[in-house]
């Protein structure tokens, strides 16, 4: 996690490497949110931006192929960590029924494009950079 002053603006950046477990997943995501709340504590902020590989998706049938259900399928774990941290899927938004994968195993399943999306900042003459620790 960085918290990233330009003048007046306060973001917060966040970079997961998701597990491959539900367990650990929740915990992970409980850790950020914590540690998402102790951020804005002292840097007040309602730009937050997340990326990375996350290993588990929002909706299960629209963004994994072969799908295991034949309809939406909401992921409560990641349901859960957006609506307590009033945070929004931007790429799905962005992208709505779009079907595009970052990778492909030999038996032809795949994993979503979960990170898409572009951020410009001018950065002005009193800006600030603070790095925090690893969470797992």
Same mark, same amino acid.
């Given at each position: 996690?960085?918290?990233?002053?330009?003048?007046?603006?306060?973001?917060?950046?966040?970079?997961?490497?998701?597990?491959?477990?539900?367990?650990?997943?929740?915990?992970?995501?409980?850790?950020?949110?914590?540690?998402?709340?102790?951020?804005?504590?002292?840097?007040?902020?309602?730009?937050?931006?997340?990326?990375?590989?996350?290993?588990?998706?929002?909706?299960?049938?629209?963004? &994994?192929?072969?799908?295991?259900?034949?309809?939406?399928? =909401?992921?409560?774990?990641?349901?859960?960590? %957006? #609506?307590?941290?009033? $945070?929004?899927?931007? &790429?799905?938004?962005?992208?709505?029924?779009?079907?595009? =994968?970052?990778?492909?195993?030999?038996?032809? %399943? #795949?994993?979503?494009? $979960?990170?898409?999306?572009?951020?410009?900042?001018?950065?002005?003459?009193?800006?600030?950079?603070?790095?925090?620790?690893?969470?797992?």
């Amino acid at each position: 996690m960085v918290v990233l002053k330009v003048d007046s603006h306060v973001l917060i950046l966040v970079n997961v490497y998701g597990y491959r477990t539900i367990p650990q997943n929740k915990q992970v995501l409980e850790n950020i949110s914590n540690a998402l709340s102790e951020l804005k504590r002292f840097h007040p902020t309602d730009f937050i931006l997340m990326g990375g590989d996350w290993n588990i998706t929002p909706d299960e049938w629209e963004d &994994w192929w072969p799908s295991r259900f034949d309809s939406f399928h =909401y992921n409560s774990i990641i349901e859960e960590f %957006t #609506s307590e941290n009033s $945070l929004a899927y931007i &790429w799905r938004k962005i992208n709505t029924g779009k079907k595009q =994968y970052s990778w492909y195993k030999p038996t032809g %399943t #795949s994993n979503p494009e $979960l990170t898409t999306g572009l951020l410009q900042l001018h950065l002005g003459s009193s800006s600030q950079m603070f790095q925090f620790p690893k969470l797992h």
